[in-house]
């Protein structure tokens, strides 16, 4: 079946690294994405990584797969105000797109 | 501004009225794809369309909600005689044909119900 799990809440100063983790069950997953979520918005594509990458970065993110833990995680460098919001991790699997999603953690950066 | 475009962002019904929600795909993009996300929850997949054709509605309930994605027009996701579990926030997401693309998401249509 399908899982993914997330911490509900992370507290960071402003400046300072956040590392946001996820864990799946899906071992056929091929892509794995960080969404972004701020108050009364939709969901804003972060980053994603192919299943055969250990990991991506893209300016202050970097993304970490360990694959044989089923472990996903997003670093955030230089954490700032603006990116308090709730970070969904998603997984891919299936031959038509459907993806799952984690129940969100929630990011405060405190100045 | 080509991203996914939902509306109404905020609709009230009562108790026994009709919502219907609609959804405009990014140009280009022909899979269509709604979600509900409960309060303090994350996103709960409910179906996924494609041009006139319903790929895959088993996050969906049976009874009283429904799905459209026709050949000209918005998709529409209809919940009949609305009850107050149904108050939620509704994503529409959208992806290009093919495999493995990503899904972009609108900015979702808030609905309560009184």
């Known amino acids: 079946g399908e899982d993914v799990e997330q911490s509900l809440f992370l507290s960071v100063r402003e400046g300072d690294s956040s590392v946001i983790n996820c864990t799946y069950t899906?071992?056929?997953?091929?892509?794995l994405y960080w969404y972004k979520q701020e108050p009364g918005a939709g969901l804003q594509l972060l980053t994603y990584?192919?299943?055969?990458?250990d990991m991506k970065q893209d300016q202050r993110l970097t993304v970490l797969l360990n694959k044989k833990d089923k472990h996903l995680s997003l670093r955030i460098a230089d954490t700032q105000t603006g990116d308090s919001a709730i970070y969904f991790c998603?997984?891919?699997?299936?031959?038509?797109?459907?993806?799952?999603f984690g129940i969100g953690t929630k990011l405060q950066v405190i100045p | 501004n080509a991203g996914v475009m939902q509306n109404p962002r905020h609709l009230v019904r009562r108790r026994g009225q009709e919502a219907r929600l609609r959804c405009s795909p990014m140009?280009?993009?022909?899979?269509v794809y709604w979600y509900r996300q409960l309060p303090e929850e994350g996103l709960k997949f409910m179906v996924y369309?494609?041009?006139?054709?319903?790929?895959?509605e088993s996050g969906m309930p049976k009874e009283r909600f429904s799905a459209e994605f026709p050949k000209e027009g918005p998709s529409i996701l209809r919940i009949q005689q609305v009850v107050r579990g149904d108050s939620a926030a509704y994503f529409c997401?959208?992806?290009?044909?093919?495999?493995?693309?990503?899904?972009?998401f609108g900015d979702g249509t808030r609905l309560s119900i009184l």
């Open positions: 997401a959208s992806s290009r044909d093919g495999a493995n693309q990503p899904q972009h």
């Open positions: 899906d071992s056929s997953s091929t892509y």
């Open positions: 990584i192919f299943s055969n990458m």
């Open positions: 998603a997984e891919y699997s299936g031959g038509y797109q459907k993806v799952t």
């Open positions: 140009k280009g993009h022909s899979h």
């Open positions: 369309l494609q041009k006139e054709n319903i790929i895959d």
